[in-house]
């Protein structure tokens, strides 16, 4: 647990401080060597060998870079960041369910290998979309969902969420990550806060509700990766995060959330 603690506290720290203090050229190179490590480890979960997941994870990368280079600057309103986002969002909304309650069922290494960029591309030019104190806001989200439903599951938990994939997840701590969701969104909309200028008498319905979709597709995400890693055979998607896994391991949740959240700010901002 020391460990665990530990690593999480210096990714944390070094994620800050390349997001606010890093030019945004760099910044871009960093998430590209994100989605490059994450890549490979999908390769490997995908069953390529060595050096195919090697070069998938390379090729990610490139894709990421080319698109992020031919759109610059991003933008999520734009028509073809505003595609590949709402993209995204159809397959974690719709694709994914379907997905996870048929079951993976041994799916081809071509299709794990086309369903990993869907998930690491877009999300990485999400990122790259949202201004430093945007991004911030949704990746709090996400690690808010989380924290609480890893605490409020294991105080409440009973009742399985998906025990064929995850059997550590149960439908108390996804209310228990609802729950702080929704605290944490009124608390970012409040007068004075980051999006209290945005946040208006009915307009707070939606924004509540979107907020508890970002939730749930965080959780989506989460469960997602966990049956991608139970179809290769995997507990975790890499060990390069002591106490962590893979980097995959880390994003898992991100990489469902960022494009949806990305559409939702440019919605909240232009209203």
Same mark, same amino acid.
């Given at each position: 647990?020391?460990? %665990?603690?530990?690593?999480?506290?210096? !990714?944390?720290?070094?994620?800050?401080?390349?997001?606010? /203090?890093?030019? %945004?050229?760099?910044?871009?190179?960093?998430?590209?060597?994100?989605?490059?490590?994450?890549?490979?480890?999908?390769?490997?979960?995908?069953?390529?060998?060595?050096?195919?997941?090697?070069?998938?994870?390379?090729?990610?990368?490139?894709?990421?870079?080319? #698109?992020?280079?031919?759109?610059?600057?991003?933008?999520?309103?734009?028509?073809?960041?505003?595609?590949?986002?709402?993209?995204?969002? #159809?397959?974690?909304?719709?694709?994914?369910?379907?997905? !996870?309650?048929?079951?993976?069922?041994?799916?081809?290494?071509? #299709?794990?290998?086309?369903?990993?960029? =869907?998930?690491?591309?877009?999300?990485? /030019?999400?990122?790259? *979309?949202?201004?430093?104190?945007?991004?911030?806001?949704?990746?709090?989200?996400?690690?808010?969902?989380?924290?609480?439903?890893?605490?409020?599951?294991?105080?409440?938990? %009973?009742?399985?969420?998906?025990? *064929?994939?995850?059997?550590?997840?149960?439908?108390?701590?996804?209310?228990?990550?609802?729950?702080?969701? #929704?605290?944490?969104?009124?608390?970012?909309?409040?007068?004075?806060?980051?999006?209290?200028?945005?946040? +208006?008498?009915?307009?707070? =319905?939606?924004?509540?509700? =979107?907020?508890? /979709?970002?939730?749930? =597709? &965080?959780?989506?995400?989460?469960?997602?990766? &966990?049956?991608?890693?139970? +179809?290769?055979?995997?507990?975790? *998607?890499?060990?390069?995060?002591?106490?962590?896994?893979?980097? !995959?391991? %880390?994003?898992?949740?991100?990489?469902?959330?960022?494009?949806?959240?990305?559409? *939702?700010?440019?919605?909240?901002?232009?209203?």
């Amino acid at each position: 647990m020391l460990v %665990r603690v530990l690593t999480a506290a210096v !990714l944390l720290a070094a994620f800050l401080a390349a997001l606010f /203090l890093l030019d %945004r050229t760099w910044f871009a190179g960093l998430v590209g060597l994100v989605i490059a490590a994450a890549g490979h480890e999908w390769g490997r979960l995908a069953r390529l060998p060595a050096a195919g997941a090697l070069l998938y994870g390379a090729a990610a990368a490139a894709l990421y870079g080319a #698109l992020a280079w031919a759109w610059h600057p991003l933008a999520a309103g734009d028509g073809p960041e505003a595609a590949t986002f709402v993209a995204a969002a #159809l397959f974690w909304l719709l694709v994914v369910p379907i997905w !996870l309650k048929r079951g993976l069922a041994q799916p081809s290494a071509a #299709l794990l290998a086309l369903t990993g960029l =869907v998930v690491l591309v877009p999300a990485g /030019l999400a990122a790259l *979309s949202l201004a430093p104190a945007q991004l911030l806001l949704a990746l709090g989200l996400v690690w808010i969902a989380d924290t609480a439903a890893y605490l409020a599951g294991r105080a409440f938990g %009973r009742r399985k969420l998906a025990p *064929s994939i995850s059997p550590g997840k149960t439908w108390e701590g996804a209310a228990g990550a609802a729950g702080a969701t #929704l605290i944490y969104a009124i608390i970012c909309a409040l007068p004075g806060a980051p999006l209290g200028a945005y946040v +208006q008498g009915a307009g707070w =319905v939606a924004y509540l509700a =979107v907020a508890t /979709l970002l939730c749930a =597709v &965080s959780i989506a995400g989460d469960l997602f990766e &966990s049956a991608v890693k139970r +179809q290769a055979g995997a507990k975790d *998607s890499g060990a390069l995060l002591p106490g962590h896994g893979g980097v !995959l391991d %880390r994003i898992d949740s991100i990489t469902s959330t960022l494009p949806i959240a990305a559409l *939702s700010l440019h919605w909240i901002a232009s209203r």
